[in-house]
């Protein structure tokens, strides 16, 4: 196996079960040290169950709301845009999955995302400007990027996780504002701490989106072995979409590209990539993003296709 991809691996492993610690030992430790059975915390309960109700409707009506807002028409085989299908056919037995729905979203930034669920079924999408300037290569070794997150199921998994934090907000608020709780006296401060580590927590969520969307990188070189394509359509997609804005929500957390604030300097797509390669991304510089910074994509990107 790749020595670095083995050690990203074990990075993610990492992350992850730190995350899940983090989160047993702040509920069941408050829950403890205040002295009551968590089977008399029955609103706490109601809360988890309310978190649920919402996220499951979030999940099931969101591929249909992402449909609409983002204009899609499905490509057909009879379509002038037919030649996607056997990419995407292609990349997608590369990847062992069933080929999924494919679409042109007809919207005015360009990039790719993938999303869907049990109802709609696993679904890709193109944005109508992305095919004016990639070639084929370029669009397959994106397609192998979005592919992956179906077949790893980071859409599940990101929704998944991102339940933890709303729990903890929850908790806090129980326990600072119900008298009962208060009893003891410390729930209140208690209550208010947890509501601001559930604000913290989102550092976390955009941290394990970054590592999911470096590990579809990955997949991509690994499957479609394609990873100058990548890279090159990476700056491309980069340079095009300077001052565009994309609007953010669940599914966009699967998109192929997340803007950056501050714009290159650079036209030259070849040029730029030379530019990351040598360029050094701090940690804060990332802290608010939910992709890797494209330096490190493309760090990542040499390192595994080596």
């Known amino acids: ?11 993610m492993i990492l992350t992850f079960a730190i995350v899940l610690l983090i989160t047993f030992f702040v ?6 040290y205040l002295g009551y059975g968590i089977n008399n915390i029955y609103l706490f309960y109601v809360s988890i169950f309310i978190t649920l109700v919402y996220v499951l409707f979030q999940w099931a009506i969101g591929p249909n709301l992402i449909h609409t807002f983002n204009k899609e028409n499905e490509i057909t085989k009879d379509s002038k845009y037919s030649w996607i299908l056997d990419i995407v056919d292609n990349v997608a037995k590369k990847n062992k999955i069933k ?4 679409y042109i979203a007809n919207v005015n930034y360009l990039n790719a995302y993938a999303y869907g669920n049990i109802f709609t079924g696993p679904r890709v999408a193109i944005t109508k400007g992305l095919l004016n300037i990639l070639d084929k290569d370029e669009i397959e070794a994106v397609l ?15 929704m998944a996780i991102g339940i933890i ?3 903890i907000y929850w908790l806090g608020l129980l326990l600072s504002y119900n008298p009962e709780l208060n009893r003891r006296g410390n729930s209140m401060l208690i209550g208010f701490g947890l509501i601001a580590f559930s604000f913290i927590f989102e550092f976390f969520i955009l941290y394990i989106n ?19 394509s990548l890279e ?27 803007p950056l604030n501050n714009k290159e300097e650079i036209n030259d797509p070849n040029k730029l990539i030379e530019k990351w390669r040598k360029e050094k991304v701090s940690i804060f510089e990332e802290l608010f993003m939910d ?12 390192s595994v296709s080596r």
């Open 165 to 167: 934090p709303t729990l």
């Open 291 to 302: 992709h890797p910074h494209p330096a490190n994509r493309i760090k990542l990107i040499e």
């Open 144 to 158: 192998g990027h979005e592919i992956g997150h179906l077949r790893h199921r980071d859409v599940s998994l990101l």
């Open 210 to 228: 970054r590592q999911r969307e470096a590990l579809e990188d990955i997949n991509s070189v690994f499957t479609v072995k394609k990873p100058k």
């Open 232 to 258: 090159m359509a990476l700056a491309k997609i980069t340079l095009a979409n300077q001052g565009v804005y994309v609007n953010h929500n669940s599914i966009n957390n699967m998109l192929m590209f997340s």
């Open 1 to 11: 196996m790749n020595t670095a991809f083995l050690k990203f691996k074990l990075k």
């Open 27 to 32: 509920i069941y430790g408050i829950v403890i």
């Open 99 to 102: 080929r999924p729905k494919v």
